[in-house]
């Protein structure tokens, strides 16, 4: 092998005095502090942090950031653990490390000292299970996997865990809980299952919708009692009562999932393997027996295993599957991570799963408009209000999001402000975080506020004084919003400009309650599960927010368990 690795290419050109390292960037979407240990002649490794939260890069990472270094081309790391950082501001900050450590960084960035990544190639594997995909499906079903006694191993294409549930914010909803009751909230299971078929056209697979709705409370207890922290109860669009269940400083629950999950699976020894796609399952005397898939540098390598999981997410991400399905929604951005891109779904298909609904796309109504980045609906459901350009209200922003975002788009430049205050600010981790990141435009009073955006302001006043009031009197006479929380009577105000983007996709592959794959004429494929976003049905035509994050927990728990106890 005459090619040196991203490492050893580093220190060639850099030397470094052994040690740990900080670098911090500050001003790339908040703060990044890069933690790099490196010995004389190699980085060892690179934490980030980003607001916080913490995440390790992989080893194809830390070569590719290197390499990144060097030839300052953008980064592919997507997400470190679910913060919003950016690229170049991890960039910045490993290289001051680096600096620190001794190399010299113009030196790693003349062309002469490019790097070549290290062709060593992954082994073949034999376990009992594989796993494709490590969002919260994944790591649920490997977990379960784990602990009924199977050998087990998970699949992922990116270089960091967690997937989309990185991004998950809202949090996770479910009915009849603990956490409820000790918040005086009363709701049931059968109003949970009506507003979600509901929210969902009707159109969602009654019997999986149930083991949702049944199932959710157990996931938040299973995630609490590996330290998730879970007790604070708000309210999402379409919900009859508070349902969505959140990390207690009203942080976004994604993170935290991804945390505990990971750090259950490192106590129980399970290898994730990084940068690692699957690309197509075996088959053997009709039962899918493994997964072909390619390393971090492209060497093929095959898993044989007993059963195979598939909990690959969507195709959010995939921008010609969305519009090969819809295609109206060419050119809008996606909240998605860049790993959403349906590629389970395409294998599964190959061995003959069957698809459905595979058109139900949802559109989120508030995200970035330049970058897509989602801001929580948690923030409506806590007491937000939307209103246009023109400083007026035009919806009740707790409907459900198909149709607040059809409302958004029908304003000027289909766009529309989230309207908070510094009251919420203060009770929210969320919003605080968007403000500090740079995406509100603050006034000290409401004249100001509308001065900064644009609007006339006696509008603006008079859309508030007029929410105010509706708030006091408990009811809203205009578009009959039934949660009326937050009076936003005082400032400071915010404002984040915000449109609909590509959120969540709702179909998928074909599975039963016990995540079966299902091919067209009902029967199970052998040796396939699926669980979380690649399955289809349990949203129908429209996916009620904290649905995602209840969906991938019991769903994928329960393809870990099936596929364990299933095992020949
Ligand atoms: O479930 C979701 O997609 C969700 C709650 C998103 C959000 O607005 O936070």
């Known amino acids: 092998n005459q090619e040196k690795s991203a490492n050893e290419g580093a220190a060639a050109a850099g030397k470094f005095t052994p040690g ?8 790339h979407g908040g703060e990044i502090k890069a933690m790099v240990t490196v010995s004389a002649d190699k980085i060892e490794s690179i934490e980030i942090t980003a607001d916080g939260e913490t995440g390790s890069i992989g080893d194809g990472a830390v070569a590719q950031l290197t390499a990144d270094i060097i030839n300052t081309q953008s980064l592919a790391v997507d997400a470190v653990s679910g913060a919003s950082e950016s690229s170049a501001g991890i960039i910045e900050a490993v290289s001051l490390a680096l600096e620190k450590a001794g190399a010299n960084i113009a030196d790693l960035k003349d062309p002469a000292n490019k790097l070549i990544v290290e062709q060593t ?177 492209e060497n093929p390598f095959k898993v044989n295993a007993k059963a195979v999981i598939l909990a690959t997410g969507g195709f959010g991400a995939n921008s010609e599957m969305v519009v090969q399905y819809r295609p109206e929604l060419e050119g809008f951005s996606t909240t998605n991570h860049a790993g959403a891109t349906g590629s389970g779904i395409v294998m599964a298909q190959e061995v003959g799963a069957d698809l459905m609904q595979i058109e139900q796309i949802q559109i989120h109504p508030t995200t970035d408009p330049e970058s897509g980045y989602m801001f929580t609906e948690g923030l409506r459901g806590d007491g937000a209000i939307l209103v246009n350009k023109e400083g007026k209200r035009f919806t009740n922003e707790l409907l459900t999001r198909d149709v607040v975002s059809q409302n958004i788009l029908k304003q000027i430049d289909k766009m529309a402000y989230l309207i908070t205050n510094q009251e919420m600010v203060d009770e929210n981790a969320s919003l605080a975080k968007y403000i500090k990141e740079g995406y509100a435009t603050k006034g000290d009073d409401l004249s100001l506020l509308a001065s900064e955006l644009g609007i006339d302001s006696a509008t603006l006043e008079a859309t508030l004084k007029t929410y105010t009031q509706f708030v006091k009197d408990g009811k809203d006479t205009e578009f009959e919003r039934v949660h009326l929380t937050q009076s936003l009577e005082t400032g400071p105000y915010y404002a984040i400009p915000v449109t609909p983007g590509i959120h969540h996709t709702m179909g998928g592959v074909k599975i039963d309650t016990k995540t079966h794959v299902l091919k067209p004429d009902g029967h199970a494929i052998a040796g396939l599960y699926a669980a979380g976003e690649i399955a289809g049905g349990v949203h129908g035509g429209n996916r009620i927010g904290g649905n995602a994050v209840a969906d991938i927990i019991v769903f994928g728990r329960i393809a870990g368990q099936t596929a364990a106890a299933e095992l020949k």
């Open 20 to 27: 740990t390292y900080e670098g911090v960037s500050k001003g």
């Open 121 to 297: 190639k992954q082994e073949d594997l034999n376990v009992d299970i594989v796993i494709v995909g490590s969002g919260g499906a994944g790591l649920s079903a490997a977990i379960e996997a784990k602990e009924a006694g199977k050998s087990v191993v998970i699949l992922e294409q990116m270089p960091i865990i967690g997937g989309n549930t990185n991004r998950a914010t809202g949090g996770l909803n479910a009915a009849e809980t603990t956490i409820q009751e000790e918040n005086g909230i009363k709701d049931s299971k059968q109003t949970f299952y009506e507003d979600t078929l509901k929210g969902g056209h009707d159109l969602n697979d009654p019997e999986l919708l149930r083991t949702l709705v049944d199932n959710a409370p157990d996931a938040i207890y299973w995630l609490n009692d590996m330290g998730a922290g879970i007790s604070r109860v708000s309210l999402s669009g379409g919900a009859t009562n508070p349902r969505i269940h959140t990390p207690a400083d009203g942080s976004a629950i994604g993170p935290v999932v991804v945390n505990v999950l990971s750090q259950k699976l490192k106590e129980l020894e399970v290898d994730i393997l990084l940068n690692s796609k699957a690309v197509k399952l075996i088959e053997q005397d009709g039962a899918v027996v493994g997964v072909e898939a390619i390393d971090k540098n």
